[in-house]
């Protein structure tokens, strides 16, 4: 699975749209961009994941470049609830369950 | 949609002992499910997969004698820890996932401390 690139960290103002980058240069054309959250001591939390085109459901959006190298997660309207470690993966379905996490970008929204 | 639950949350127990951890899908049926291990201030490592009837498929490095994972439902699959020690105290976190090609879904985490 190509390896993916993320900030360590960022910060957002509470009620601002929060905008994740993330770099996947080596991405395969089969292979799927997916965003999980893990908020301090829990389980990851699926946010959502897409192909080549862009997404968006009650939690976020995500917006894949048309070259598929790149992709960024947008939260709307940030809450301090969203404070957490944001993970960008890639993966190839029906080749392999494996998701493999990279260290992340740690998101801190400020009141 | 898409639950899955984990107990203990959170087990203290002494070295040498064994400890078993479940993880439960609570509303779909798991074809597949996944073991990670995460320390302070690290990202999840994945520890071994298991499918449903069959035997886990470890990580290199991941001694499948000392984690025993069992997958006898659809909807359960337990990691034991045998004979724990202090450096296993770790957060342990369960996914699951419908088939193949499908979401995984994580569990809440079991935090243990061997002492």
């Known amino acids: 699975d190509a390896k993916t690139t993320q900030p360590t960290s960022m910060d957002c103002a509470e009620g601002r749209a929060a905008n994740l980058p993330c770099n996947h240069s080596?991405?395969?054309?089969?292979?799927?961009v997916y965003w999980y959250r893990q908020i301090h001591s829990q389980g990851p939390q699926y946010i959502i994941h897409?192909?080549?085109n862009n997404e968006t459901n009650e939690m976020a959006s995500l917006i894949i470049t048309e070259d598929r190298k790149s992709s960024t997660l947008i939260l709307p309207h940030a809450t301090l609830r969203d404070t957490a470690v944001y993970y960008c993966?890639?993966?190839?379905?029906?080749?392999?369950?494996?998701?493999?996490f990279g260290t992340g970008t740690r998101l801190q929204v400020f009141p | 949609g898409a639950v899955v639950s984990q107990h203990p949350s959170w087990v203290i127990c002494k070295s040498g002992t064994s400890v078993k951890i479940e993880c439960r899908s609570l509303?779909?049926?798991?074809?597949?499910m996944f073991w990670y291990r995460q320390f302070p201030k690290q990202s999840l490592m994945l520890m071994a997969t298991?499918?449903?009837?069959?035997?886990?498929?470890?990580e290199q490095g991941v001694e499948k004698d000392k984690f025993l994972i069992n997958h006898a439902s659809l909807t359960l699959s337990t990691l034991t820890v045998t004979s724990a020690h202090p450096e296993d105290s770790s957060f342990y976190i369960c996914?699951?996932?419908?088939?193949?090609?499908?979401?995984?879904?994580f569990g809440p985490g079991t935090r243990l401390t061997v002492l």
């Open positions: 996914s699951a996932s419908k088939g193949a090609a499908d979401t995984q879904y």
């Open positions: 080596t991405i395969s054309g089969n292979e799927y």
């Open positions: 897409g192909l080549k």
């Open positions: 993966i890639v993966r190839v379905p029906y080749n392999t369950d494996k998701l493999i």
């Open positions: 509303d779909f049926q798991a074809t597949t």
């Open positions: 298991s499918n449903e009837g069959s035997k886990a498929t470890y």
